[in-house]
T-cell receptor, first 114, second 113 residues
């Protein structure tokens, strides 16, 4: 069954703790993206990766880190430097050349600071 | 920088009505536009993809149009049903990298039974 798997679905973080969100895909897509979604603010880009072993900062990268060691995997770490991490996190892949580029999303991880 | 605006932000209509959701973008140099549906607490589900050379795409009761030169797209939902209640987002693709996908904030749609 092809798709994007995000885990866990719910995650609770204590103050000062680092947590890692998993994103795995079996669609064989090159580009992977992490977005943060807050009520009323739409989707904001955290990090993206277009090829293995390469990634770039998005609009709100501070307090986050990523790795791309395998094509299938793009984990996101929320570090203690992120002061307001409570949000819904979405992982996406993008397929295709420019004219028929299409984005696919996972089911999201809801992170809550306790 | 590309900006995408969706109007209205929220919409509530009785079941059975036809309705139109609007999406506008500031830079017409796009490769395609994609409409998504998001249910509460869920990820985004792709509804329709319109390439920049196309004028419209249809899937069942959904029809999306694209006027690239004027920077506008509409999503038409025919004979609305309570199950259509969700947030609808549009996104434009302008190329690779950080400017790749730009999203609107969505239209929160409620279909009253």
């Amino acid at each position: 069954d092809g798709g994007i798997t995000q885990s866990p679905k719910y995650l609770f973080r204590k103050e000062g703790q680092n947590v890692t969100l998993s994103c795995e895909q079996n669609l064989n897509h090159d580009a992977m993206y992490w977005y943060r979604q807050d009520p009323g603010q739409g989707l904001r880009l955290i990090y993206y990766s277009q090829i293995v072993n390469d990634f770039q900062k998005g609009d709100i990268a501070e307090g986050y880190s990523v790795s791309r060691e395998k094509k299938e995997s793009f984990p996101l770490t929320v570090t203690s430097a992120q002061k307001n991490p409570t949000a819904f996190y979405l992982c996406a892949t993008i397929q295709g050349g420019r004219m028929n580029t299409e984005a696919f999303f996972g089911q999201g991880t809801r992170l809550t600071v306790v | 920088k590309q900006e995408v605006t969706q109007i209205p932000a929220a919409l509530s209509v009785p079941e059975g009505e036809n309705l139109v959701l609007n999406c506008s973008f500031t830079d017409s140099a796009i490769y395609n536009l994609q409409w998504f549906r998001q249910d509460p607490g869920k990820g985004l589900t792709s509804l329709l993809l319109i390439q920049s050379s196309q004028r419209e795409q249809t899937s069942g009761r959904l029809n999306a149009s694209l006027d690239k030169s004027s920077g506008r797209s509409t999503l038409y939902i025919a004979a609305s049903q309570p199950g259509d209640s969700a947030t609808y987002l549009c996104a434009v693709y302008s190329g690779g990298g950080a400017d790749g996908l730009t999203f609107g904030k969505g239209t929160h749609l409620i279909i009253q039974p």
